[in-house]
């Protein structure tokens, strides 16, 4: 049987801070969720500003980092080049901004942000996962 990381209440608390200070620093008004490797919602916080609908948003790209195992960006690049069919596919968000929590290759979660351009977004998720001090891949 083999072991794998797993996140943990003070991982996702250090991810959240540090992505709501980075998002600060911006001073852009997002919606940040952390997700387990399940895709399962472990941490949402909208700061103020925030649209509403960024809450789902948000959520929807954490699930699709988690369960597609990448970047939530990968998916939306594969429809922009053409191939739309993949707009079926059974993922929540296929928009950028839903990054994976890596550890040894094993995805253990992932953050998904809204409220900014996606590149932004993205950012910010890279911001909070930085925060766990762990080499991505």
Not at 28 to 51: F, S
Request: glycine fraction near 10%; proline fraction near 3%.
């Amino acid at each position: 049987m083999r072991t794998r990381a797993a996140l943990t209440d003070e991982d996702i608390v250090k991810m959240g801070d540090a992505a709501i200070a980075h998002a600060r620093a911006n001073e852009w008004n997002v919606t940040i969720a952390i997700v387990d490797e399940g895709a399962h919602l472990l941490w949402l916080r909208r700061l103020d500003g925030a649209a509403p609908v960024s809450a789902e948003i948000a959520a929807a790209k954490a699930r699709t980092a988690a369960l597609g195992r990448r970047e939530s960006k990968v998916y939306e690049e594969v429809i922009r080049q053409g191939r739309t069919a993949f707009l079926s596919a059974p993922l929540p968000a296929m928009l950028e901004g839903g990054v994976p929590v890596i550890v040894n290759g094993d995805v253990i979660g992932a953050i998904g942000v809204s409220g900014v351009k996606s590149d932004q977004d993205a950012a910010i998720a890279r911001a909070g996962i930085a925060a766990l001090g762990v080499e991505q891949g």
